[in-house]
C-alpha cells in the first residue's frame, strides 16, 4: 500500500518516464527525443555493446537494439517500443553519485564494485578530476533482475587449465545451467574461455549456531527499526509490468540517515552494492536463518564481522531501485523468503 509521500514520487517518476517517450498513434510507446535516445544508449553500454552517445539512433544503435531484442524474444525492429525501453531498464539499471570531499575515481570504482574505466566512458571523462557536487552516472553492477537470481554477488573467476563447469559449479555452490545462463554460453566446453561470471548467494546461511535451536533463534528477533510498513510481503502488481510479483520482504517507511539494528546477533554475510538493492548487508544468524537490509545510504560492517542483537549495521537510504527513502528488510530460512513480521516480537 502506498503512503502519501511515496504515492507523489511515483506520479513523478511516471512524468519522467512520459518525458523520455512518446506515444504512437496505435498507443505503443516509442522513444524518440534524445534524452530518452541517450539513456537507451546509456543501458546499452552498461550491458557491454559499443556505441556512442550520439542521442540519435545511428547504425551502431540500430545494431545493437536488434541484437537485444533477439537475445530477448522481442521484436526485432530496432526500434525503441515499450517492451525494448523497459527490457533495457530491468537489465541495465543506473543510479547517479554527487561527487563529495575525498572522493576519487578509484575509492567511487571500488565502492561501486566496477571499474574506472566504465565510469569515465559512461561519463565522458578524459581526466581522473572531480568536481564536488558533480553527478555521476554509476552503473548497477550483478546479474540481470531475474527472480530467481537477484540475490547474488556476482564475481569472476579466472579459468585454469584443469577446470571443468561441472566441478566449479560443485565448488560454488551453483548449477551448469546457471553458468551457462549467465555467461551465455551454450557448451559444457570451457577451453577456449578465460573467465566466467559467478553469482555467489548473499542468503545462503553458511554458519550453525552454537547451542541453540532455530526455533530459539525465531523466538527472539527484535525489530530492526520502528515498524511502519509501507508495502507487505508477498505477491503484488508491478506498476511498470503490469504483473503479480513476489515482494520477498517488508518495505519499512524511514527517513535517509535512520539508524537500522540487527535483528539477532551473527555473523555479516555481505555487505556492499547489490542491483536493484542498492547498499545492501545480509547477516548469517545460523541454522539457515539470514536477514537482509537494503536501499541504505552507509554500511556500517564488513563481510564476516560478529554483530550483537540490537548493534547499528548501516544508515537507511535511498539507493538501487526505490521510489523513494525506505529500508527493504527481508527474512530467510533455508534460502527462502518468509514474511519477517511473523517473527519480528
Known amino acids: ?146 527472480a530467481e537470481y537477484s540475490l547474488n554477488k556476482v564475481i569472476t573467476y579466472i579459468l585454469k587449465p584443469e577446470d571443468s563447469l561441472d566441478e566449479i559449479a560443485k565448488r560454488f555452490n551453483t548449477t551448469v545451467e546457471v553458468l551457462k545462463r549467465v555467461n551465455d554460453i551454450s557448451s559444457s566446453d570451457i577451453r577456449e574461455i578465460e573467465a566466467l561470471r559467478i553469482p555467489i548467494s548473499i542468503v545462503k546461511s553458511q554458519y550453525k549456531a552454537k547451542n541453540l535451536t532455530k526455533d530459539e533463534i525465531l523466538n527472539n528477533l527484535i525489530a530492526p527499526t520502528v515498524i511502519r510498513v509501507s ?10 509490468k503490469k504483473k503479480r510479483i513476489i515482494h520477498k520482504g517488508v518495505d519499512l517507511a524511514v527517513v535517509t540517515g535512520t539508524k537500522i539494528k540487527a535483528i539477532y546477533k551473527g555473523t555479516v554475510l555481505y555487505s556492499g552494492w547489490i542491483k536493484g538493492y542498492g547498499k545492501t548487508v545480509t547477516i548469517d544468524h545460523g541454522n539457515g536463518i539470514v536477514s537482509l537490509y537494503a536501499h541504505n545510504s552507509k554500511l556500517l560492517v564488513s563481510k564476516e564481522e560478529k554483530v550483537k542483537s540490537g548493534q547499528v549495521i548501516t544508515l537507511s537510504g535511498n539507493t538501487g531501485r526505490t521510489t523513494g527513502p525506505h529500508l527493504h528488510f527481508g527474512l530467510y530460512i533455508n534460502n527462502e523468503a518468509v514474511d519477517p513480521l511473523r517473527y519480528i516480537k
Open 231 to 240: 508495502s507487505n510481503f508477498g505477491y503484488r502488481e508491478h506498476p511498470i
Open 1 to 146: 500500500m502506498l503512503t502519501k509521500g511515496r504515492l507523489y514520487i511515483a506520479i513523478i517518476n511516471f512524468i519522467i518516464i512520459l518525458i523520455l517517450t512518446s506515444v504512437g498513434v496505435n498507443g505503443e510507446v516509442f522513444v524518440t527525443n534524445q534524452a530518452g535516445i541517450k539513456r537507451v544508449q546509456y543501458n546499452l553500454l552498461i550491458l557491454g555493446y559499443d556505441i556512442a552517445l550520439t542521442g540519435k539512433i545511428d547504425s551502431q544503435t540500430y545494431k545493437s537494439l536488434v541484437d537485444f531484442q533477439q537475445r530477448n524474444k522481442l521484436r526485432a525492429s530496432g526500434e525503441i517500443d515499450i517492451d525494448t525501453f523497459f527490457k533495457l531498464e530491468d537489465f541495465a539499471g543506473y543510479m547517479s553519485h554527487k561527487v563529495v570531499i575525498g572522493d576519487t575515481l578509484k575509492s567511487i570504482a571500488r565502492d561501486y564494485d566496477i571499474s574506472v574505466g566504465m565510469i569515465k566512458r559512461l561519463n565522458k571523462l578524459t581526466s581522473s578530476k572531480l568536481k564536488l557536487g558533480e553527478e555521476l552516472i554509476i552503473p548497477q553492477n550483478g546479474l540481470e533482475e531475474l
